[in-house]
């Protein structure tokens, strides 16, 4: 550093630059801010496991628009092929984070949902646009939602079958809801299965399940291919309901704090960038399209990340709760009472046998502080409070205040 930088960068600059994560910052400055140790990231390439899913969207962005090099990481995407397989890569330290279901940290963090490590939530990466999917066959006859599949399923008795993506996921978690929400008891009255999201459309097409909760494109994906239709959304469960996460290990946390930072500042910048407009939603379609990513038609996504819907019956709508990437800050916030309720449910279902302390393993998982540093540094708002409310499809509110009667108060559980 030449004695005329050094004199112009003094302890002050350097500090400010610091505080701020460098964001806003010249790159002149901020590679003389991360020369001087204050912030450079400690890891400079970064692996992020992601699921061929529309919701992996913000991550792939990061790495194709070279945010992630403005804050002086390389992000490596990496396709995974499981919900199984990113939560063992997780965990070994094969990824350093990943798209990633929010029931599925939770699931690891308690180890319910195989090997127990401590985990944390970095940010959500979007809010709504899931769905559940009926078969054609079902839809043939007269089951087209919750109430009338109920109905059927009570004439016709035979086992029925639906999958979800992973055992503690968000999509396991939809599906029992939606069922019980509709007075079917998803454990004694149904078959419930596990299926990775790319399967879910071949899995319907042979006849091994009746329904399936996965995130998009493979909804949209089954009604193009004549094979299933949208009996709900998640958004129709949860309006603007938590769905996936940006999540890591504790210990990598701990470890690498400006790698973290730097990681969730361009995945933040990627979101920001998707939701700014319809024309970077259609070229976020184009992109995650490819062959490297979901491997779809970019038809399959373009339509449902604006809103436009069809239930594969004729109907049609425009849903102003489609999927959100950023939605002015709102998306991204990690509350303690979203991962509270996947507790509350993991209660209910039977995968936790007794109630865990939930707002302390909120605490522990959910990287509320750090989150809100990295928002200040990019000037993005905050939410005053740490806990929500929300009233789903069955009419009941949830909002954190007392998870185990929540959970308890239950007519349909394990």
Not at 313 to 332: Q, R
Not at 401 to 406: E, N, S, W
């Amino acid at each position: 550093m030449t004695d005329l930088l050094k004199t112009s960068l003094n302890r002050r600059t350097v500090l400010q630059a610091a505080t701020v994560g460098a964001v806003g910052v010249s790159p002149a400055l901020r590679a003389l801010v991360h020369a001087a140790g204050s912030d450079a990231p400690e890891k400079k390439e970064v692996k992020i496991g992601f699921i061929p899913l529309t919701d992996c969207a913000s991550v792939v962005m990061a790495s194709v628009l070279g945010f992630d090099k403005k804050y002086g990481v390389t992000i490596v995407p990496n396709k995974e092929a499981s919900w199984a397989g990113v939560r063992d890569k997780l965990v070994n330290g094969e990824l350093d984070f990943a798209h990633v279901l929010y029931g599925l940290v939770y699931g690891v963090h308690l180890g319910t949902a195989g090997p127990k490590k401590e985990m944390a939530v970095l940010m959500n990466l979007n809010n709504n646009g899931q769905a559940i999917t009926l078969s054609k066959a079902l839809a043939d006859k007269g089951a087209v939602d919750g109430p009338s599949l109920a109905k059927l399923m009570a004439s016709e008795k035979r086992e029925y079958t639906f999958a979800g993506t992973f055992p503690t996921g968000t999509h396991a978690m939809w599906m029992h809801y939606w069922l019980a929400a509709a007075g079917i008891n998803p454990l004694s009255g149904a078959k419930l299965i596990t299926v990775p999201p790319p399967q879910m459309v071949a899995n319907m097409r042979v006849g091994n399940m009746d329904g399936f909760c996965v995130g998009e494109p493979w909804n949209h994906r089954a009604i193009m291919d004549g094979i299933g239709i949208t009996a709900n959304t998640t958004q129709d469960i949860w309006k603007d309901h938590p769905e996936k996460v940006l999540g890591t290990t504790a210990e990598f946390v701990k470890k690498y704090p400006n790698t973290t930072r730097a990681v969730m500042m361009a995945v933040l910048e990627a979101s920001q960038w998707i939701d700014a407009s319809l024309s970077n939603k259609m070229k976020m379609a184009e992109t995650v399209a490819g062959k490297a990513y979901v491997n779809t038609g970019v038809d399959a996504i373009n339509q449902r990340i604006l809103g436009r819907y069809q239930n594969g019956l004729g109907k049609t709508w425009d849903d102003p709760n489609h999927m959100k990437f950023f939605n002015d800050g709102a998306v991204n916030f990690p509350y303690l009472s979203d991962g509270m309720w996947f507790l509350t449910q993991h209660k209910r279902w039977g995968l936790l046998k007794s109630h865990p302390d939930y707002l302390a393993v909120a605490k522990e998982v959910n990287q509320v502080d750090l989150y809100k540093s990295v928002a200040s540094a990019m000037k993005i708002s905050v939410p005053k409070d740490v806990l929500r409310t929300s009233k789903l499809i069955d009419g009941v509110v949830w909002d954190g205040k007392d998870p185990a009667k929540y959970a308890d108060g239950f007519k349909i559980k394990a």
